[in-house]
C-alpha cells in the first residue's frame, strides 16, 4: 500500500514539474531578505525533500542536465605544487615561454647590432638577464613607480631604488626595452595578415595552457571583461568611457568566483582576417570558448547583462553548466509582463518559471532589474542578489 501511495505522489509531482515549462507569472514580497513563494503545490513540493530531490532529478535528465556535485576536485592541479613565489611564478612563465624570448629577442639584437659602433653596448642576452628584467618591472609596479622617468629609478643620490642600479644598467635597461620580441621578427608579415595577435599569439596561447593546467576552479565562476590600460599604437585598443582607465586593451576572462583565479583569457581584436583566427566575437559565442575547458563539470556560469541571454543559458545547460546573469530589458525573451509599466510596491518580484527562471525585481520607483537563473532554481546553488 505505502508503495502504491508512493507511486501515486511520483506521478503527481512528475505532472506538476512538466505543468510548469510553460510560463507561470507570480508575485510575491521581500520578507527579511527571502523570498515567500504563494504557491500551494510548490510548498508540498518542498516538504518532501528526498521525492523532491528524486523528481528533480528526473526533470534534469529530461532537460539534458547534469546533477550532483562538481565533477572535478577543486584546487591546485599537480603540476602547481610549488611552495615558493619564484616556483608558482615559473608554473605560468615556464622555461619555454623564457627561452622564446630569449631567442626571438636575440634575432632583433642581431638585425641592429651593425648600427651600433661599440659591441658593449648592444651585446646578446640570456635566460637570467630577461628574468632579471621582468622582476624589475614587478618592481617598478609594486613601487607605484611604472609613471616615473627611468633616470628617476637609477639615481645615486639617495631618491633612486637601490636594487635596480644593482641589477643592471640604465643603458641595459632601455637596450632590452627596446629589442624585446615575443615571436620571430623574419615571419611575422606573413602571420599578421592572418591574426592581427600574431605578435603575442605563440607566448598568449602557452600561457593561458599554464593558467589551465595549474588550478581548478571551486563550484561557481564568473566571465567579464576588463580594460588593460594602454595608450600606445595598437589596432585593437579600445575606448570605454565608462572604465577607470579609458583606453586600453579589451580582455575577457572567466575566474573563480571564491579564489579569483582566472583560468582562460581572451584578448579582442575586432574583427580578424579571414583565416583559422576569424571567430565569431558575439557574447554567447566568447563564453562557449572562455567555459569550455569546464564543460559537462556542473560548475554555475554568472555574468553580467552584456553577455546573458536565454540562448547561452540554453547551450551552457547542454554543455553541463548551469547559468545565472542579469538581463537587458530589451531581451525579446523576458515576458512582456516584466516590461510593463504598472503600478508595483517597492521591494516586490515577479517570478517566471519555464526551463529556467526569470526574476524581476523592483528596488525602487521607476526602475526594474530583470535577473535570469539557467536552470540554476533546479540546484543547490544559491540564488544571485539583485
Known sequence: MANMDYEKEQ???????????????????????????????????????????????????????????????????????????????????DNEILNNIVNFTNIEIQKET???????????????????????????????????????????????????????SLRRFRTLLRFIRFDDIETRQERVALDKLAPIRTLFDHF???????????????????????????????????????????IFAVSDAKMFYTSQMEVYVGQQPNGPYKIDTNAKAVVQRLCQHIFKTNRNVTTDNWF???????????????????????????PDLFTQKNERPIGSSMFAFGCGGCTEYLPIQKRQLADFEGPEYLTSGPVAAI
Open 11 to 93: 506521478e503527481r509531482l512528475l505532472r506538476l514539474f512538466k505543468k510548469y515549462p510553460v510560463v507561470n507569472i507570480m508575485m510575491t514580497k521581500r520578507k527579511q531578505g527571502k523570498m515567500t513563494i504563494l504557491k500551494k503545490d510548490l510548498k508540498l513540493v518542498t516538504q518532501n525533500k528526498n521525492l523532491m530531490k528524486m523528481m528533480m532529478r528526473k526533470l534534469m535528465q529530461m532537460n539534458h542536465i547534469l546533477w550532483g556535485e562538481i565533477r572535478e576536485r577543486n584546487g591546485l592541479k599537480p603540476v602547481l605544487r610549488e611552495n615558493t613565489p619564484i616556483g608558482i611564478w615559473e608554473c605560468f612563465f
Open 114 to 168: 651593425e648600427k651600433f659602433s661599440r659591441n658593449r653596448d648592444i651585446y646578446p642576452t640570456n635566460l637570467d638577464e630577461v628574468r632579471a628584467l621582468i622582476g624589475l618591472l614587478y618592481l617598478a609596479g609594486v613601487r607605484k613607480a611604472n609613471h616615473l622617468n627611468t633616470e628617476d629609478l637609477w639615481r645615486t643620490d639617495g631618491t633612486g631604488i637601490e636594487v635596480f642600479r644593482l641589477t643592471m
Open 208 to 250: 593561458n595552457e599554464n593558467l589551465k593546467n595549474s588550478y581548478s576552479h571551486s563550484d561557481y565562476v564568473t566571465v567579464d571583461e576588463k580594460l588593460e590600460a594602454f595608450r600606445g599604437r595598437c589596432g585593437f585598443r579600445q575606448y570605454i568611457p565608462n572604465k577607470p582607465n579609458r583606453y586600453g586593451i579589451k
Open 308 to 334: 546573458s541571454s536565454i540562448p547561452l543559458a540554453d547551450s551552457l545547460r547542454d554543455n553541463g553548466l548551469t547559468f545565472i546573469g542579469t538581463m537587458r530589458k530589451n531581451k525579446r525573451e523576458i
